[in-house]
């Protein structure tokens, strides 16, 4: 498994506002060049790869193998497969890439986690959707991917009282002391309760680390973009 700005390896990115390695649809760029792109992820992978509509919500859609018609993109916040002829990307800009896999029993999972997944538990239901295809969370893997640190996401008050409520690891605040939320943290509270141990957590922050897009540093001149985390299973040996 990996966590990697979207575009990595593969066929040159062309040259574009948002940076050479964005992979998000409907930000201003052609999508012809965002889908080389994502051409290009599928050469390096050596599998077709499949991305969601991802709409901050808690579905997890399963891929039991690449689409016919790579235009039909399925509407979900958590992609989960067996089949080792698919990757599956998830595209962040700030929200919490999560990639999962049970290399043992052959299940992998990409989940975005935004604050509303966070609050609806997607990584939750993504556990559990594995093992419904005979994932056993003790062989689980999971890689929390960069994305806005808990000193960085402030929100209004009232707004973090009602995360934090469902959600109290979330609970944070900036280096103002205002009001913020930590969704990496709350990620890793609900990996931990869905009973997942091996968790690697990469830490970057997304408006910190210029090497990620951050959709909150756009206003600061960030590039418009969204990187990706990408998981394949392997075929056994």
């Known amino acids: ?20 390695f964005n ?3 409907g930000l201003g760029e052609e999508d012809a060049v965002v889908l080389a792109r994502r051409e290009g992820l599928a050469d390096w992978l050596g599998v077709p790869v499949v991305t969601a509509r991802q709409v901050h919500g ?11 018609d790579p235009t039909e993109v399925p509407t979900a916040d958590g992609l989960v497969t067996t089949s080792t002829e698919v990757g599956l990307v998830v595209l962040a800009a700030d929200c919490v890439p999560v990639l999962l896999c049970d290399p043992h029993h052959g299940v992998a999972a990409a989940v975005h986690a935004g604050r509303a997944g966070v609050v609806g538990d997607v990584v939750g239901r993504a556990v559990a959707a594995m093992v419904g295809r005979g994932a056993q969370v ?16 402030e929100v209004p008050a009232e707004l973090a009282a009602q995360v934090v409520a469902a959600v109290p690891e979330t609970r944070s605040r900036t280096r103002r002391g205002t009001a913020a939320l930590d ?4 990620v890793g509270a609900q990996l931990f309760a869905a009973g997942v141990r091996q968790v690697c957590h990469l830490g970057s922050c997304t408006l910190e680390d210029p090497r990620w897009y951050s959709h909150r540093g756009v206003p600061q001149g960030r590039p418009a973009g969204r990187h990706g985390g990408v998981v394949r299973l392997l075929r056994a040996s």
């Open 138 to 153: 003790t062989d689980l893997r999971a890689v929390v991917g960069p994305a806005v640190c808990g000193s960085c996401y």
């Open 58 to 68: 808690t579905h997890v859609h399963p891929v039991p193998a690449a689409p016919q």
């Open 1 to 20: 498994m990996a966590v990697a700005p979207e575009g990595s390896g593969g066929r040159p990115a062309a040259a574009s506002p948002h940076g050479d």
């Open 183 to 186: 969704l990496p943290a709350g």
């Open 23 to 25: 992979l998000g649809l």
